[in-house]
Nanobody, 132 residues
Framework: EVRLVESGGGLVQAGGSLRLSCAAS????????IAWFRQSPGQKREGVSC?????????YYLDSVKGRFTISRNDAQRTAYLQMNNLKPDDTALYYC????????????????????????WGKGTLVAVST
């Protein structure tokens, strides 16, 4: 069974930090681009960050999180991470991880704006709430 399970969300004050995890099973994690998306009530889903796979670990970040968020992956543990520092109330959202298999040299910007059905696997999300 294919699974992506997010964890690490919670309530934090502005300026605080959280580390989200995305644990994968049931597919060859190391061959997939991993992306983090978020969606807050009444807002469109947006791609927050992506990371390549195998030798190409290039990354993409949404402009509003550059310098504050860091994406990483540990293929041996089949887990991806999103370290979020200096959190702001605007970061409040349900955060999802997703996986997609692409060709070599993936276009991570395209992954970040991909339709829901373009991704191969989705988690159910973890809630991040940032208070003032």
């Amino acid at each position: 069974e294919v699974r992506l399970v997010e964890s690490g969300g919670g309530l934090v004050q502005a300026g605080g930090s959280l580390r989200l995890s995305c644990a994968a099973s049931g597919f060859t994690f190391e061959d997939y681009v991993i992306a983090w998306f978020r969606q807050s009530p009444g807002q469109k889903r947006e791609g927050v960050s992506c990371i390549g796979f195998r030798e190409d670990l290039s990354t993409y970040y949404l402009d509003s999180v550059k310098g504050r968020f860091t994406i990483s992956r540990n293929d041996a543990q089949r887990t991806a991470y999103l370290q979020m520092n200096n959190l702001k109330p605007d970061d409040t959202a349900l955060y999802y991880c997703a996986a997609v298999i692409t060709g070599r040299e993936p276009n991570l910007t395209a992954v970040a704006v991909a339709d829901y059905n373009a991704m191969d696997h989705w988690g159910k999300g973890t809630l991040v709430a940032v208070s003032t």
